[in-house]
């Protein structure tokens, strides 16, 4: 059996809300590539029972890293946390229902997320992909965790990285990951986001990493590329 999330923690945010939701669901198929069609093509059924509810929707396929062999993520997120948990009513509608029923025989939900935006990045147009780096930690000092992570941006920057973005995302219910954060770390291409580990040995990189040691404690981290599906104006 295999894996895909619907996992609107990685990824993504907007800036017109200080606390955007991210909504994540974890489920196993033995036909992923299926799946990805069936979700693709189900996007104007959603977008119109989610409404205002969400901003945007997409996958993330993971190339290393994550629980499962061959595990994807479907990420949706919201434009306040108070958006993702006011429309209980969207699994229940009739046409959401229908398209699911497409799919059901072929999938079994596993995990449930639901996360909080801390530090956004911008979200792709409808169609793009880029490469992401996440890494789930605790942490004591999300301030901290913030500032460590906006001072690696600017570092990179100055280092030839400009188009490199880091987002961090915090767990609001997520069971087993309880009061954890999320860092990701996003590039335009798996090339890019290579070419910056590649810098790991380098002084600046040394240094900025030196920091986050007594911030927080790694959990479990997975590279990824995630596609933007659709995009609520």
Same mark, same amino acid.
């Given at each position: 059996m295999k894996i895909l999330s619907i996992i609107t923690f990685l990824l993504i945010s907007t800036s017109a809300y200080a606390l955007q939701g991210l909504n994540v669901i974890t489920i196993t198929t033995d036909d992923p590539q299926g799946y990805v069609e069936w979700l693709t093509e189900s996007q104007p059924v959603f977008q119109k029972a989610q409404g205002d509810s969400a901003a945007a929707q997409g996958i993330c396929s993971p190339s290393a890293g994550g629980v499962y062999t061959n595990e994807h993520y479907v990420w949706t997120i919201a434009p306040s946390i108070s958006?993702?948990? /006011? =429309?209980?009513? $969207?699994? #229940?509608?009739? =046409? &959401? &229902?229908k398209a699911i029923r497409k799919i059901s025989n072929k999938r079994e939900? !596993?995990? *449930? @997320?639901?996360?909080? &935006?801390?530090?956004s990045t911008d979200i792709g147009l409808v169609g793009e992909t880029n490469a992401q780096y996440n890494l789930i930690s605790s942490t =004591? @000092?999300? =301030?901290?965790y913030v500032a460590g992570l906006t001072a690696m941006e600017k570092a990179a920057a100055e280092n030839g990285?400009?188009?490199? /973005? !880091?987002?961090l995302f915090g767990s609001l219910?997520?069971?087993d990951r309880a009061l954890t954060v999320m860092a990701s770390v996003q590039a335009p291409t798996s090339e890019r986001l290579g070419? $910056?580990?590649d810098e790991r040995q380098s002084a600046w990189m040394n240094e900025v990493l030196s920091e986050f040691n007594s911030i *927080? #404690?790694? !959990?479990? @981290?997975?590279m990824m590329q995630c596609t933007t599906l659709s995009i609520n104006n």
């Open positions: 958006a993702m948990m /006011s =429309n209980p009513e $969207f699994f #229940t509608d009739k =046409n &959401v &229902v939900v !596993v995990r *449930r @997320d639901l996360m909080y &935006v801390i530090k =004591n @000092d999300i =301030n901290g990285f400009g188009d490199i /973005s !880091v987002a219910a997520g069971g070419a $910056f580990f *927080r #404690t790694p !959990v479990m @981290d997975f």
